[in-house]
């Protein structure tokens, strides 16, 4: 895997501006950055695909296992959410989508962690990039068939009955509502009627206890790019639990098992010395001296912590932790003239079907890390 650096296309603004990427430069810093590229082999391709889709794979049997055992606590989630993610898992309620953030150096693959619940930077690993490949070199080729796969899902989902129509809700930050849109453009693709909707403007009716939109008219199927453990903590999290089933959510409640950092020292513990997993423990670092230390609950590199051979070498401040922290061994990220680049590896339907790098200077891919296009022969 290289890092290849060359001039950026004439008018790339306008261009990447033209398929809906308007944070490329936020605030006059670089999100997308096209004045690179990264190579990987067919080889390096096929190991990031197999990794992902035994994670994938490991994470649904992990899901078996919390609810077998009751390790609800462990995963720091209250109680009375379990009998809605019983039901959810237990009456198999569609996954759509989720991003594996996997640490790779052209030889080894390690799992960093896993955004299971609301991934973001779907439109510049599924759109974006692929337009400039087809720009920038067209015999090369890309891993990537996002788009494709979303649209056969949604496709799928649409075979059901009950779902002829979603209703997508988020927030107003660019990166929300961007991903929200390709969701909902490929859910029409599939032949789906789709509807917009802020979060803020999801309204509820009491006597019925059902979520209504601006019609005020029921919503039988919600996407929500609003994380499951903000929902339980909101106040109206305790009637999405109430009345779960009544309104179908997307992703569904079971993925609030998968989408905190809880889950990495669990797949540690059912698969001690898997190639595609580091060490990870709930109770402290116990023997190891370079770890990273991340909060249960959290988002973009926000209070993290890397330790190298017991020295602190890099933290982030925010909002996180008050739900307690996980270790997890250090994995050295590769350094390409100084630059260290995270695979975000896409999974549709629990299979792997494309990557999205993002690369920082420093050791913690935060919410300034930017997006690198990438491509193989």
Known sequence: MNRVSHPPRVDWQAKVEALGLLFHSPEGATYWNES??????????????????????????????????????????????????????????????????????????????????????????????????????????????????LVAKWRALRADPGLTGVTFASGNFDEDVMTTTVLRDTAQEAGLVTQPIGLGDIGWEPITRRFVDLQDKPIDVMFKLHPWEQMVADPFGAQAVSTYGLT?????????????????????????????LLPAYL??????????????????????????????????????????????????????????????????????HGIGIRETQGLITDDLAQFVPHLFR
């Open 36 to 149: 690179a590229h990264y190579e990987l082999s067919a080889m390096e391709v096929a190991l990031v695909e197999r990794a992902t889709n035994e994670l994938a794979h490991m994470c649904l049997e992990l899901v078996e296992d919390v609810l077998a055992n009751d390790r609800f606590d462990d995963l720091k989630i209250p109680r009375w959410v379990a009998p809605a993610i019983r039901k959810s898992w237990d009456e198999d309620h569609p996954s759509v989508y989720g991003r594996f953030d996997l640490g790779f150096d052209g030889q080894s693959v390690k799992l960093l962690e896993y955004n299971a619940d609301t991934p973001t930077s779907l439109l510049e690993a599924a759109v974006v990039q692929w337009h400039w490949l087809e720009e920038f070199e067209p015999g090369a080729d890309q891993f990537n068939d996002i788009w494709e796969a």
């Open 248 to 276: 179908r959510w997307i992703e569904p409640a079971w993925k609030l098992l998968l989408s905190n950092k809880a889950v990495l020292p669990l797949l540690w513990e059912k698969h001690p010395g898997h190639e595609f």
């Open 283 to 352: 109770d402290g670092p116990r023997d190891l001296t370079s770890y990273v230390r991340k909060p249960i609950f959290g988002r973009e590199g926000a209070n993290v912590t890397v330790v190298r051979e017991g020295v602190p070498m890099e933290t982030r401040e925010g909002e996180y932790g008050e739900e307690g922290f996980i270790y997890q061994a250090l994995f050295d990220l590769p350094s390409h003239d100084g630059w260290h680049p995270v695979v975000g590896s896409w999974v549709i339907d629990h299979e792997a």
